[in-house]
């Protein structure tokens, strides 16, 4: 297990990664986009539970890995790189895709 | 729709220069609900054709000062946010915030437990609203700060880190400076890895809560070696800071 609550293929896939040089270095997480998924949920989601619909691994929005040097954001799977969620903003809308997502648990409060 | 996630119009009320390339910026709230140690804001910025570009930034201060925060922004050569706050903005303007953001990143003394901070260079800031939270409140617990810059002029809030740990035994604070080091230097002189982090984590024992902020090459390092260290998983919250950010 990793901090995220995943398993690794093992230390040697992470060193991998840790050490893949400046293109790793522009990859944030949720809590970077926390501001405009709120704006959309209605509520804070960083510490919502989501599981990715192509590995199955459940991770925090906080914990996704977040992409946004793009038109729009993307949050993948910090397990296996899977796209769950896609935030783009238009003038008239946000768009919310979701089909990466298999759920996304909201605990009654 | 819930406070937070309006936008509304702040005043900057002040400007501080924290290093060469890092600022301050104090910004006056009107209804500002109050924040959690560790959360953000969004900042809008609206050009007159109606473009508009926004950020998230780390809030540096601590809850107990009311209606105002800081912001902590280092300037960004091609970042058109960061260089906007360095270059134009003054005392005086007002620009559109969003918050307080995000409830996972987050940490007030009622959690319990004690407290492990990681920090990379602009990373700090968040925890930094941690540990002036901390020094407010009556027997704080125990916390222990790791932070790496690249060069001693670069140690962003290196006069007021040195002045909390010097009043206040159960605050530690152990610096490593990865590109030059001034003569005598006493501190680290290498990237964070486990053996500095097992160093520092020891002393705090069980119930330990870590949050480390910075490039997300140094968070994974870091989150990593503390997994190995034997913190649990759930103890361990990360936020990743890159150029992005901007």
């Known amino acids: ?109 | 729709m819930p406070d937070s996630i309006s936008w509304r119009l702040a005043t900057v009320a002040a400007l501080r220069d924290e290093t060469p390339t890092v600022r301050t910026f104090t910004l006056r709230i009107p209804g500002w609900p109050g924040h959690r140690p560790g959360q953000h804001v969004d900042i809008r910025l609206t050009a007159e054709d109606g473009y508009s570009v926004e950020r998230s930034y780390s809030i540096g201060s601590e809850p107990e000062r009311a209606g105002e925060i800081d912001l902590t922004v280092e300037r960004i050569a091609e970042g058109e946010v960061s260089s906007f706050l360095h270059d134009v903005v003054v005392a005086g303007d007002r620009i559109e915030v969003r918050g307080p953001i995000g409830g996972y990143f987050a940490w007030d003394a009622g959690l319990g437990g004690s407290l492990f901070l990681v920090a990379g260079g602009s990373g700090v800031v968040p925890l930094m609203a941690m540990l002036r939270h901390r020094a407010r409140v009556p027997s704080p617990p125990s916390a222990s700060l790791i932070f790496s810059s690249r060069q001693y002029e670069d140690i962003i809030y290196r006069d007021e880190l040195e002045l909390l740990a010097a009043r206040d035994d159960r605050l530690r604070i152990a610096h490593t400076l990865t590109r030059s080091q001034p003569s005598g230097w006493t501190g680290y002189t290498r990237r964070i890895d486990q053996a500095m982090l097992g160093e520092a984590v020891a002393p705090l024992g069980n119930g330990v809560r870590a949050f480390i902020c910075g490039p997300t090459a140094l968070v994974e390092t870091a989150a990593n070696a503390l997994l190995r260290l034997g913190l649990p998983a759930d103890r361990i919250r990360t936020e990743r800071f890159g150029p992005t950010g901007t």
């Open chain 1, 1 to 109: 297990m990793n901090a995220n609550g995943v398993v690794n293929q093992g230390d040697d896939a992470m060193a991998d990664r840790v050490g893949s040089g400046p293109a790793e270095d522009h990859v944030l997480d949720g809590n970077a986009l926390a501001g405009r998924l709120a704006a959309v949920f209605g509520a804070d989601v960083t510490a919502t539970p989501g599981q990715c619909a192509h590995c199955g691994t459940v991770t925090v929005v906080g914990e996704l890995r977040a992409y946004v040097r793009a038109p729009g954001a993307v949050l993948r799977c910090p397990a296996c790189g899977g796209v769950v969620l896609r935030i783009v903003e238009t003038p008239e809308a946000t768009i919310v895709d979701a089909r990466g997502a298999a759920q996304l648990r909201f605990e009654r409060r």
